[in-house]
Structures are given as structure tokens and as C-alpha cells.
């Protein structure tokens, strides 16, 4: 008899756990079931931006290739402008030193005359 209760408690315990173990497998494939239904839509949502991506680094690179050309068609003006600068440099050099030369003529140094005109030189 005490073998009987004995194989009688053991099947009751294995059916107890058996019905544990099969709610556990249960509630595990519903949780793999969202993770599967949450990575597909992580998936779709990478490939439409990785779409969005490729769009905009094309039209990045359309918006670069643009304002490079403007920078090319514009460098002359620069160019032009500096080119000026260094004429007008180059005649108020010329001028300032034709006017120390001038004025070297028309009032000559003389070290002992006190009566002498003030000398600005500019340079």
C-alpha cells in the first residue's frame, strides 16, 4: 500500500510539474512571439530609414556639388579684388614716395636754420 500511495504522490508531483513546466513553455513562446512581431517592425523601420538616409546624403551631395560650383564661378571676383587692392596699393606707394621726393625739393634740410618749415614724412 505505501507503494501505491508512493507511485500515486510521484505521478501527482510529475503531473503538477509537467502542467508548471508546459504554462513556463507557454508564457516563453508568447513573450518570442513579440519579440519576433517588435524585430520585424524594427526591421521595417531601418529599411525606411535607411531609405530616408540615402535620400538625403543624395540631396546633401546634389547641395554640394552646387555651392562648389557658386564658389568656383565666384573665386574670379576675389581674385579681381585682390589684384585691385595691390594696383591701389602699389600707386599710393608710388605717389607717397613722389611726394617724399617733392617735398625733399621744395624745402631742403638744413640743420642749422631755425627758420625751417616743419617736415611730416608719411610711410
Not at 508512493?6 to 519579440?35: C, D, H, N, P
Not at 523601420?45 to 564658389?71: C, F, M, P, Y
Not at 579684388?81 to 606707394?93: F, M, N, P, R
Request: net charge positive; aromatic share 4%.
Amino acid at each position: 500500500m505505501i507503494i501505491s500511495i508512493s507511485v500515486a504522490a510521484s505521478a501527482a508531483a510529475f503531473i503538477v510539474l509537467v502542467y508548471y513546466v508546459v504554462r513556463v513553455l507557454m508564457k516563453g513562446m508568447g513573450t518570442l512571439g513579440e519579440t519576433n512581431k517588435t524585430l520585424s517592425e524594427v526591421r521595417n523601420a531601418i529599411h525606411g530609414l535607411t531609405q530616408e538616409s540615402t535620400r538625403l546624403i543624395q540631396t546633401a551631395n546634389v547641395i554640394t556639388s552646387d555651392v562648389k560650383g557658386k564658389i568656383r564661378s565666384v573665386e574670379p571676383i576675389f581674385n579681381s579684388a585682390q589684384d585691385v587692392g595691390e594696383a591701389i596699393h602699389s600707386v599710393t606707394k608710388t605717389v607717397k614716395q613722389a611726394s617724399e621726393a617733392i617735398g625733399d625739393v621744395i624745402h631742403p634740410t638744413a640743420e642749422n636754420d631755425s627758420r625751417q618749415p616743419l617736415k611730416i614724412k608719411f610711410k
